[in-house]
């Protein structure tokens, strides 16, 4: 498969017989997931998405999202959490980050993930006198961030082309039936696109969520669902050499060794968003009940020079998994100069992404030798298939990692209690009683 798991340098921090101690654990989350009878088993939507996904809504995405790149310059994606982070994390990790400036396709912007008055105006900014479509994708409808972020952009819409043709331009992802935002989009006339009710947000980037930002960026879909296809079948099998299964049980491990933080590490900036989503995924997933391991993340070598000193030396609560892409998106041959002023004609005459890997290859020496426990996940390369690959990878260790954790990991209670206590502040009405506890406490 294109996407491994290589723990050949956690051989001195897990002995092999752990992993066989633990086995008869992931036997069970196999089964649990495979009879859909474990904790939040009615969300496993995804288990089976890259098959089962509905073809028909995967041609309207298709279809819209050939409308878009024709008749707008820009599209504005408004979305939180599981509603934002997929679909920018595979843009960014396969067009790269600077698409909207060097790809010459219709930009896409994502907004709606913060309440930052500064960041709406910069995209107010953004669309001026330019032709542009919006993108609100919200499975509840209520999102705060989101709905405000869109009752700008609707009237900002509104105002530039007009309602009737505003209402063309504006694609709604949502609750297949229920929902404010579903009814305003019935009433409204806008295309919708569904967020099935059995996929919770984090694993819902191969719906219609992610799916038509990333059609409009240009991505080939069908290639990005046949990676996730194969990653199904591959990581599907129940046997110890399972490379989701050998990623989870290594977390497990870890964990019960009393580790805390695990690192995600990669040494391509085009996996800044892929990390942030990972963050999400694993963060959301297992951290509950008091429990979980704390997921962190690094673009090396830049945070070399800024996280590097504390991982190499500062308390050894963590382990570092690192994403090794075989090939970069693009090569640079280093030419050597004449003179050599700089003293680095000794790394000329070569690709960069030589000097890359060797950056790496000493990282991982050097933070194995300072204590930290590394796993690698090595991926062939970010193009749209092995990306499908890795994320169904990633989702599929992440419900056995739960599972071994003894918690559910497709609900987050926890996500609730800032949206009461900002609903209390703001005077929403039926949060009175907790308004004035709050207060009691903010001014004590
Ligand atoms: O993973 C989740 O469920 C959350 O991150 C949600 O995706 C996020 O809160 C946005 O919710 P909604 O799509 O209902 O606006």
Not at 296 to 309: A, E, K, P, V, Y
Not at 362 to 375: E, F, K, Q, R, W
Request: glycine content about 10%.
């Amino acid at each position: 498969m294109s996407v491994r798991f290589n723990g050949k340098h956690l051989a001195k921090f897990i002995r092999p017989e752990e992993y066989t101690t633990l086995y008869p654990q992931v036997e069970l989350a196999h089964k649990q997931l495979a009879e859909k009878t474990g904790a939040g088993n009615d969300f496993l939507g995804w288990l089976d998405l890259p098959e089962t996904y509905d073809k028909e809504e995967f041609g309207r995405i298709k279809a819209a999202a050939e409308k878009i790149k024709a008749d707008s310059d820009v599209l504005l994606v408004a979305g939180i959490g599981g509603s934002y982070l997929g679909a920018r994390a595979v843009i960014e990790a396969i067009a790269g980050q600077y698409h909207n400036e060097l790809d010459g396709g219709v930009k896409i912007y994502f907004c709606g993930n913060t309440i930052s008055p500064s960041a709406m105006n910069d995209i107010i900014g953004l669309v001026k006198g330019k032709r542009f479509s919006i993108n609100v994708i919200s499975k509840s409808g209520t999102t705060t961030e989101t709905a405000l972020a869109f009752r700008v952009l609707r009237k900002l819409l509104e105002e530039a082309v007009g309602p009737e043709e505003a209402n063309k331009r504006i694609y709604a992802t949502t609750d297949r039936a229920k929902g404010t935002l579903k009814q305003l989009a019935d009433a409204q006339g806008w295309p919708t696109f569904v967020v099935p009710d059995d996929v919770g947000g984090r694993y819902s980037v191969l719906t219609a969520v992610g799916l038509l930002p990333i059609a409009c960026a240009g991505i080939d879909i069908d290639a990005l669902m046949q990676g996730a296809a194969d990653a199904r079948k591959a990581y599907g099998t129940l046997a110890p050499d399972n490379d989701a299964y050998r990623y989870a049980m290594t977390r497990a491990i870890l964990y019960r060794k009393g580790k805390r933080v695990e690192t995600l590490a990669c040494f391509e900036p085009d996996f800044l968003m892929m990390n942030e989503w990972f963050k999400q995924l694993y963060g959301e997933s297992e951290g509950k009940d008091q429990k979980g391991l704390m997921p962190t993340s690094c673009i090396f070598s830049t945070d070399l020079h800024s996280m590097g000193q504390y991982i190499q030396d500062g308390s050894r609560i963590m382990f570092e998994t690192f994403v090794d892409v075989k090939q970069p998106r693009q090569d640079l041959f280093i030419d050597p100069i004449d003179g050599n002023f700089d003293g680095l004609n000794f790394l000329s005459g070569q690709n960069m992404s030589i000097v890359n890997r060797k950056a790496m290859e000493g990282t991982i020496l050097a933070h194995t030798d300072g204590g930290v426990p590394l796993g690698i996940i090595e991926v062939d390369k970010l193009d749209a298939y092995n990306v499908g690959v890795l994320l169904y990878f990633f989702w599929k260790a992440c419900a056995v990692s739960g599972y071994l954790l003894g918690v559910n990991p497709f609900d987050q209670p926890g996500v609730e209690s800032y949206k009461k206590n900002m609903f209390a502040l703001m005077g929403k009405p039926g949060y009175e009683d907790r308004k004035a506890e709050l207060e009691a406490k903010l001014n004590g």
